[in-house]
């Protein structure tokens, strides 16, 4: 009895359908297919840049993955987990969507657009260090000063009328 | 027989080319003054540098060219392209020291893109831009849209006949008020009100979007100038789908239009004249295209069933089509998809909206439905001397601030200019056939280029060959000065050559 118990549930683990997990879809592919994505469940990746865009209950956050940014319509308790978005001094939390992809979302005039389920800070964002090179600071120093010498001199030259040819 | 250019005459374009030369290393202390504010070091540097060298050169070409001889027409008609091809050479230093361009060459492609008003850009990673750089684009937007020669002029002295001359080289002739001064000053103060007041109202929607105040001053000064000034840069790589917002696009589609009309009717209206509106030729054209290309947009995209209900229809299809007849090229949808998505009908339909663009006298590109007007109505006093009695004597008039007869001379000068786009158009289309895109993908970007819209077709523009770029350069340069000045500095140069 016990034999048949453990062979009928081995069966059903092989008969039960398993959700596999989800692939990560780069924005490049849901450009180029978008007719085929459209409507179904995807994983996206990619940094927040410039604006999180709380609006009430949810808004919007746009995602980069290095070739193009996407719109994500998410809760706004899920887009506060997001703290730095990117711009000259910071890169931005790079962020983990599962949502729903739309060619041309009915909830939203048409946009291309994700609509997040989950939503995941999986790496924070960093603040980027300029450094300011010395050879412009040399060729600054340089130039400027010949620039200001050139335009009080055509200045002064103007100024007291000392003519053309 | 071609007459050799003489040395003054070189002596007096220089001198011309140097002060405006010199103009734009001042306007560069602009985006300096923005980066020293936000604290951004190394752009301060990047302005700096740029500023000395432009600032020097140009004053350096002015004292070594010093003439006190007086500009003259062919003077005047020349200074514009060599000025323009100098701003876009200056203008790209600041860009390319700021790292965010592959060479220095791509740098060149996007100042002549913002001034010319074209808004396509080979810009890497724009949404890590400094402050100051991003402000420097769209101030570039601002410059070209109001004409770089007609704003350095008014900010200088010049005689006014060398002034009328460089407005005809720069496509900005029409006398608004009796004084070309006059005239370029009030469009000076029309776009800066226009900058205060929708810079106001873009920032109160920035923050009614999410937008903390302080990003919000910086996204609405650039939104408006890109706007108003039918350029079509936006702060952030996505254009204005990036906002995600019904409102920015309400508010952002008035502007677009308000760019695309003439001058001449602002002041008609500014002077109480509020019927012109609605009897001028030019305006009603640009109605009657709108409406009749938004019309079958509209049953294109049914067909493809992607924006079938009216919101989408609107914010994507009228929005895009909108942006591309005033030569903006904003977009509401991705630029890739419009090929895939609106199907053939819709592509072609937005391929003529950019190609015909809308008002003279305006910051749009393309042949103008002035000329369209002119066209069609000549092409019916022709019919009607076909059908009446020989004897009759046919007189077309049309309605422009008052009724003018069509004369010859006007349809001429309609015709040529529409072939030199046409041919312009047709010529970037088969290099980038050349380069091995698709005929249509081709065509869609040389229009792009060459009517200044900067919407981007499937045509990956960071990888494609230096000479397709090239090509458009100068798409974006001869169709900006409508062609009458650069084919006089064809004939300038062929004449200096050959010229005895």
């Given at each position: 009895?016990r034999?048949?118990t453990l062979f009928m549930?081995?069966l059903i683990a092989?008969?039960?359908p398993t959700?596999?997990a989800?692939a990560?879809?780069?924005?490049?592919?849901l450009?180029e297919?978008?007719?085929?994505?459209?409507g179904t469940?995807?994983?996206f990746?990619?940094?927040?840049?410039?604006?999180?865009m709380v609006r009430g209950e949810?808004g919007?956050?746009?995602l980069?993955?290095?070739?193009n940014a996407?719109?994500?319509?998410?809760s706004a308790?899920?887009?506060?987990?997001i703290r730095?978005?990117g711009?000259?001094n910071?890169i931005g939390?790079?962020?983990?969507?599962e949502g729903?992809?739309?060619l041309?979302?009915p909830t939203?005039d048409?946009?291309?657009?994700?609509h997040?389920?989950?939503?995941a800070?999986v790496k924070?964002?960093?603040?980027i260090?300029?450094t300011?090179?010395?050879?412009k600071?040399?060729?600054?120093?340089?130039?400027?000063?010949?620039?200001?010498v050139?335009?009080?001199?055509?200045r002064r030259?103007r100024?007291?009328?000392?003519?053309?040819? | 027989m071609l007459f050799?250019?003489?040395?003054?005459?070189y002596k007096i374009?220089?001198f011309?080319?140097?002060?405006?030369i010199m103009?734009?290393?001042?306007l560069?202390?602009i985006p300096?003054?923005?980066?020293l504010a936000?604290q951004?070091?190394?752009?301060?540097?990047?302005?700096l540098i740029g500023?000395?060298i432009?600032?020097?050169?140009g004053?350096l070409?002015?004292i070594?060219?010093?003439?006190?001889?007086?500009?003259?027409w062919?003077?005047?008609?020349?200074?514009v392209?060599?000025?323009?091809?100098?701003?876009?050479?200056?203008?790209a230093i600041?860009?390319?020291?700021?790292g965010?361009f592959?060479t220095f060459f791509?740098a060149?492609f996007?100042?002549m893109?913002?001034?010319?008003?074209?808004?396509?850009t080979?810009?890497r990673?724009?949404?890590?831009l400094?402050?100051?750089?991003?402000?420097w684009?769209?101030?570039?937007i601002f410059?070209?849209?109001q004409?770089?020669v007609?704003?350095?002029?008014t900010?200088?002295?010049g005689g006014?006949?060398?002034i009328?001359a460089?407005?005809?080289g720069?496509?900005?002739?029409?006398?608004?008020?009796p004084?070309l001064m006059?005239?370029?000053r009030?469009?000076?103060?029309?776009?800066l009100v226009?900058?205060v007041?929708?810079?106001?109202?873009l920032w109160?929607?920035?923050?009614?979007?999410?937008?903390i105040?302080?990003?919000a001053l910086?996204h609405?000064?650039n939104?408006?100038?890109a706007?108003?000034d039918t350029?079509?840069f936006?702060?952030q790589s996505?254009?204005?789908?990036?906002?995600?917002s019904?409102?920015?696009?309400?508010?952002t589609l008035?502007?677009?239009?308000a760019?695309a009309?003439n001058?001449?009717l602002?002041y008609a209206?500014?002077?109480?004249?509020?019927?012109?509106?609605f009897?001028?030729?030019?305006?009603?054209?640009?109605?009657?295209?709108i409406?009749a290309a938004?019309?079958?947009?509209a049953i294109a995209?049914?067909?493809?069933?992607?924006?079938?209900?009216?919101a989408p229809?609107?914010r994507?299809?009228?929005y895009q089509?909108?942006s591309?007849?005033?030569?903006?090229?904003f977009?509401?949808?991705?630029s890739?998809?419009?090929?895939d998505?609106w199907?053939p009908?819709?592509v072609?339909?937005?391929v003529v909206a950019?190609?015909l663009?809308a008002?003279?006298?305006?910051t749009a590109g393309?042949i103008?439905?002035?000329r369209?007007?002119v066209?069609?109505k000549a092409f019916?006093?022709?019919i009607?001397?076909m059908?009446?009695?020989p004897s009759?004597?046919?007189?077309?008039?049309?309605h422009?601030?008052?009724?003018?007869?069509?004369?010859e001379k006007l349809?001429?000068?309609?015709?040529?200019?529409?072939?030199?786009?046409?041919a312009s158009?047709i010529?970037?289309?088969?290099?980038g056939?050349?380069?091995g895109?698709?005929l249509?993908?081709?065509l869609?970007q040389s229009?792009s280029a060459?009517?200044?819209?900067?919407i981007?077709?499937?045509?990956?523009l960071?990888?494609?060959?230096?000479?397709?770029?090239?090509?458009?350069v100068?798409q974006?340069w001869?169709?900006?000065l409508?062609f009458?000045?650069v084919?006089?500095?064809?004939?300038?140069?062929?004449?200096a050559?050959?010229g005895?």
């Amino acid at each position: 009895m016990r034999k048949t118990t453990l062979f009928m549930l081995f069966l059903i683990a092989l008969l039960v359908p398993t959700t596999p997990a989800l692939a990560a879809v780069s924005s490049t592919e849901l450009i180029e297919n978008s007719k085929a994505y459209d409507g179904t469940t995807v994983e996206f990746q990619g940094e927040a840049i410039g604006d999180v865009m709380v609006r009430g209950e949810s808004g919007w956050v746009n995602l980069h993955d290095g070739s193009n940014a996407i719109g994500i319509w998410a809760s706004a308790a899920e887009l506060r987990e997001i703290r730095t978005a990117g711009d000259y001094n910071s890169i931005g939390d790079r962020v983990l969507v599962e949502g729903v992809f739309h060619l041309a979302c009915p909830t939203h005039d048409g946009e291309f657009d994700i609509h997040a389920e989950t939503l995941a800070v999986v790496k924070p964002g960093s603040r980027i260090t300029h450094t300011v090179e010395p050879g412009k600071m040399i060729a600054a120093a340089i130039l400027v000063p010949v620039a200001v010498v050139l335009f009080l001199f055509e200045r002064r030259r103007r100024r007291y009328g000392v003519g053309g040819s | 027989m071609l007459f050799r250019p003489r040395l003054v005459d070189y002596k007096i374009i220089s001198f011309y080319t140097g002060k405006l030369i010199m103009g734009i290393g001042l306007l560069m202390l602009i985006p300096m003054a923005i980066s020293l504010a936000s604290q951004e070091w190394s752009p301060v540097l990047d302005f700096l540098i740029g500023a000395s060298i432009t600032i020097i050169a140009g004053l350096l070409t002015s004292i070594f060219c010093r003439t006190g001889k007086e500009m003259r027409w062919m003077h005047g008609i020349l200074v514009v392209p060599i000025a323009w091809l100098a701003a876009m050479l200056f203008g790209a230093i600041p860009h390319y020291l700021g790292g965010h361009f592959a060479t220095f060459f791509d740098a060149m492609f996007d100042t002549m893109s913002g001034f010319t008003t074209t808004g396509l850009t080979l810009i890497r990673d724009l949404d890590h831009l400094s402050y100051g750089h991003n402000f420097w684009r769209h101030l570039t937007i601002f410059i070209g849209g109001q004409g770089i020669v007609i704003v350095m002029l008014t900010l200088m002295a010049g005689g006014a006949s060398s002034i009328y001359a460089l407005s005809v080289g720069e496509a900005r002739e029409e006398k608004i008020l009796p004084n070309l001064m006059h005239t370029a000053r009030f469009i000076r103060h029309v776009s800066l009100v226009y900058f205060v007041v929708a810079s106001g109202v873009l920032w109160r929607v920035c923050v009614q979007l999410g937008i903390i105040p302080l990003r919000a001053l910086f996204h609405a000064p650039n939104i408006f100038m890109a706007a108003f000034d039918t350029g079509g840069f936006t702060p952030q790589s996505q254009s204005i789908v990036y906002y995600h917002s019904p409102l920015m696009e309400f508010w952002t589609l008035p502007l677009m239009l308000a760019g695309a009309i003439n001058f001449a009717l602002y002041y008609a209206l500014f002077s109480g004249n509020k019927r012109e509106i609605f009897k001028n030729g030019e305006s009603i054209t640009m109605t009657l295209t709108i409406f009749a290309a938004f019309s079958i947009t509209a049953i294109a995209l049914a067909q493809a069933g992607v924006f079938n209900e009216v919101a989408p229809m609107f914010r994507r299809g009228f929005y895009q089509m909108i942006s591309a007849y005033t030569s903006t090229g904003f977009t509401t949808v991705q630029s890739h998809h419009i090929p895939d998505i609106w199907g053939p009908l819709g592509v072609l339909t937005l391929v003529v909206a950019m190609g015909l663009g809308a008002s003279i006298g305006s910051t749009a590109g393309g042949i103008k439905a002035h000329r369209l007007m002119v066209i069609v109505k000549a092409f019916v006093q022709e019919i009607k001397k076909m059908v009446l009695p020989p004897s009759a004597i046919t007189v077309v008039k049309y309605h422009h601030l008052k009724k003018n007869p069509l004369t010859e001379k006007l349809v001429l000068n309609a015709f040529l200019v529409g072939m030199a786009y046409i041919a312009s158009y047709i010529i970037g289309a088969l290099m980038g056939a050349l380069m091995g895109y698709s005929l249509h993908d081709a065509l869609f970007q040389s229009v792009s280029a060459g009517a200044n819209i900067g919407i981007s077709s499937r045509i990956p523009l960071l990888d494609a060959p230096d000479i397709l770029k090239a090509t458009y350069v100068f798409q974006m340069w001869a169709g900006r000065l409508e062609f009458v000045s650069v084919l006089a500095l064809l004939g300038f140069l062929v004449s200096a050559v050959r010229g005895k």
